[in-house]
């Protein structure tokens, strides 16, 4: 089991820049894949970015946002740049047990989410 807790979300404007965190609970943190999706209002949620249980490998639907993870602190860091209001929309981390790079870029590939954290970039 795995639980999953996101911060750092808030209001910025266009062009300013976010550090979205995610803590981790449990022993097994580092085996895990992780990744960011969002979600806006009156849309489907979508990939982000993820990063492999190592951090060795990272996936990113947009280049303006970066990954990184601390395993030795369970945490997981989505680094957002040059934000647009069309970037509004909840940012929501989640855990991956699988092993294959193309689960990375589905909902149905993780296993466990946290409950999100608010981003407003206005104009």
């Given at each position: 089991q795995v639980q999953l807790?996101?911060?750092?979300?808030?209001?910025?404007?266009a062009g300013g820049s976010l550090r979205l965190s995610c803590a981790?609970?449990?022993r097994t943190f580092s085996r895990y894949a992780m990744?960011?999706?969002?979600?806006?209002?009156?849309k489907?949620?979508?990939f982000v970015a993820a990063i492999s249980s190592s951090g060795g490998s990272t996936y990113y639907a947009d280049g303006r946002f970066t990954m990184s993870r601390n395993n030795?602190?369970?945490?997981?860091?989505?680094q957002m740049n040059n934000l647009k209001p069309e970037d509004?929309?909840?940012?929501?981390c989640a855990a991956s047990a699988s092993g294959y790079y193309s689960e990375y870029l589905k909902i149905?590939?993780?296993n466990y989410w946290g409950q999100g954290?608010?981003?407003t970039v206005s104009s």
């Open positions: 807790v996101e911060s750092g979300g808030g209001l910025v404007q981790a609970s449990g990744g960011w999706f969002r979600q806006a209002p009156g489907e949620r979508e030795a602190k369970n945490k997981v860091y989505l509004t929309a909840v940012y929501y149905s590939g993780y954290t608010q981003v």
